[in-house]
Each structure stands twice: as structure tokens, then as C-alpha cells.
């Protein structure tokens, strides 16, 4: 939001799953201070909220003074010294899932050209949620609960990573396929071959944790030979990457990225970018 606006300060959060849920602020980048960060926003409360209820973009040009809008956060958003502010609605089917903020500290009006790219922001983060949920439904429970779990149903049967059936277990997987990814699109960067080599090699580990085949299924995956930038492309869609934010990741054009994609798919004979996820993951290509 920040780099795509320009302004100066943005901030924002997720919502949980609850009817009405509130948003809480949890992302903050250019603040002066953390005043923002852990504020809970209501449906229909300020500006945030407005958004939320109205599942539209909202803008003000001074906060303290605006009149259609509520005033239960002043306090925090005057001590961060915030006067112009937008917020964008993250909306992925017919849901607000979050909330994305720019702001200025001057109270100047904020231009169609400042608007339309915090829409084009928030339209990127649906993108990627959107692609997060159609890829959890195609994998089902997440490693370690459910049908994944073992005989007896204890979290960690085979098959599972460990601790993935503790609480929190998805949450902390979901961190390990963030990492995994940032760490495909650091390797070829790094100049010494040794420890290039390394680094993939550990990333390997990763991804063969979650792959390894339950007990009685293996060979059931098909063994699968990706080139490096096919599964470097792989690594970043599977975190939610659209084709732009994994070439910016991995310094290549997008129609390099839209080739490799086509390429890695026809391999793992996937019609879809979520199914090519699904297959790389079952092969252990993929943690």
C-alpha cells in the first residue's frame, strides 16, 4: 500500500472469521510510533470501520474534523499525527477480510491516482488470500489433523511434521511455506556456490518434512523433476504470490514468471496454479 500510493504512512490488519468481526491492527509501516498497532476497530467505528460496513473505500481529508465519520480512535490516530487518511476493504467473496490504510499527516486531499492504487493494493491481497483458501481446501486438513493423523488420532502420525497437529501446529506450517518461500527467492542471489548448494539443500529438508508419504502410501506420489526457477515460481505462488510479486521477488520479468508457471504445471500435469501447489506439495517438492 505504501510503496503503491506513496504515502507516507500505512497500516492495517486481518479479520477473524466471526459475524461482525472487528478488525485489529496489526501491520504498520512508516509510523512514528507503535499507538496504532493492536487497535481494535468495530464495524461502523471510524474510518476503518465505515470501510468495513460499507465494503467500499473511505477517505478523509482532516480526520479530527470529518463528519461522516465516528470519532472513538482520535486519540490514537492524533498522537500518531495522522490528518488525510484512506481505507481500502479487502474483500474476498462477498467478505471483508481486512483493511488496508494510507495516510498523510497534512490534511491534503487524496487524488483518483492516490485512490485507484490503494484499490489496486488491496485487490493484490485479495488475489492472494483468495489463492491461500482454494489452496488449504484443495490440500484438506492440514498435516497432522483429521485423516492425516495416525491410527490412534494423536497429533504427529505419520506423515505429519511434527507438531503440526498441536495447537497453533497450521499457523506455525503456514510460517515454515513463508520462509521456505523467501529462502528459494534468496538462493540464487548468493554468489558463493557452496553455499547457494547449502542453502537449497536445507530448503530441500523443508519441503521433503511435509511430503514424506504416510505409512502405506509410498510411491502413491508421482516422482516429479522440476528445473530450479520452475520450483523457485512454485515456492512463491504457493504463499499467494500473484505473477507480479513473484517476478519482483525473484528479479525476472512476469512473462518469465507466466512461462516457468506453464512449464512446472505441464509436469505436474495441473490444469490450475492451486492444482500445480497441491501436486509439487504431495511429491514433496514443496513443504
Known amino acids: 500500500m505504501r510503496r503503491a500510493t506513496g504515502l507516507?504512512?500505512?497500516?492495517?490488519?486481518?479479520?477473524?472469521?466471526?459475524?461482525?468481526?472487528?478488525?485489529?491492527?496489526?501491520?504498520?509501516?512508516?509510523?512514528?510510533s507503535e499507538v496504532l498497532r493492536g487497535l481494535v476497530i468495530s464495524p461502523g467505528s471510524g474510518l476503518g470501520g465505515r470501510s468495513m460496513a460499507l465494503a467500499r473505500p473511505c477517505a478523509v481529508t482532516d480526520y479530527?474534523?470529518?463528519?461522516?465519520?465516528?470519532?472513538?480512535?482520535?486519540?490514537?490516530?492524533?498522537?500518531?499525527?495522522?490528518?488525510?487518511?484512506?481505507?481500502?476493504?479487502?474483500?474476498?467473496g462477498r467478505r471483508v477480510r481486512a483493511v488496508l490504510y494510507g495516510a498523510l499527516r497534512t490534511p491534503l486531499p487524496l487524488g483518483d491516482r492516490v485512490l485507484d492504487a490503494a484499490v489496486a493494493a488491496a485487490r493484490d491481497m485479495e488475489q492472494a488470500l483468495a489463492v491461500r483458501d482454494e489452496a488449504r481446501r484443495l490440500l484438506g486438513p492440514e498435516p497432522g489433523?483429521?485423516?492425516?493423523?495416525?491410527?490412534?488420532?494423536?497429533?504427529?502420525?505419520?506423515?505429519a511434521p511434527d507438531g503440526a497437529g498441536a495447537p497453533g501446529g497450521a499457523a506455525a506450517w503456514e510460517a515454515v511455506r513463508e520462509a521456505h518461500g523467501e529462502l528459494r527467492a534468496l538462493a540464487p542471489r548468493i554468489a558463493d556456490p557452496a553455499l547457494r548448494a547449502e542453502l537449497l539443500a536445507a530448503?530441500?529438508?523443508?519441503?521433503?518434512?511435509?511430503?514424506?508419504?504416510?505409512?502405506?502410501?509410498?510411491?502413491?506420489?508421482?516422482?516429479?523433476?522440476?528445473?530450479?526457477?520452475?520450483?523457485?515460481v512454485l515456492a512463491a505462488v504457493a504463499t499467494g504470490a500473484t505473477n507480479a510479486d513473484?517476478?519482483?521477488?525473484?528479479?525476472?520479468?512476469?512473462?518469465?514468471?507466466?512461462?516457468?508457471?506453464?512449464?512446472?504445471?505441464?509436469?505436474?500435469?495441473?490444469?490450475?496454479r492451486l492444482e500445480a501447489v497441491v501436486a509439487a506439495r504431495r511429491a514433496g517438492l514443496l513443504p
Open 8 to 32: 507516507p504512512v500505512a497500516f492495517g490488519g486481518l479479520l477473524d472469521d466471526r459475524p461482525r468481526a472487528p478488525l485489529r491492527i496489526e501491520e504498520l509501516s512508516g509510523a512514528s
Open 64 to 92: 479530527p474534523v470529518a463528519r461522516h465519520i465516528s470519532h472513538e480512535y482520535d486519540q490514537p490516530v492524533a498522537a500518531e499525527g495522522l490528518r488525510s487518511v484512506l481505507a481500502v476493504p479487502v474483500v474476498v
Open 145 to 159: 489433523r483429521g485423516a492425516a493423523c495416525g491410527a490412534a488420532g494423536a497429533p504427529g502420525g505419520a506423515g
Open 203 to 232: 530448503c530441500g529438508r523443508l519441503a521433503s518434512a511435509a511430503g514424506a508419504p504416510a505409512a502405506g502410501t509410498e510411491g502413491r506420489a508421482p516422482r516429479v523433476g522440476l528445473a530450479p526457477r520452475e520450483l523457485d
Open 246 to 272: 513473484a517476478a519482483r521477488r525473484l528479479g525476472l520479468r512476469p512473462e518469465t514468471v507466466k512461462g516457468y508457471l506453464r512449464s512446472a504445471m505441464r509436469k505436474l500435469g495441473a490444469h490450475t
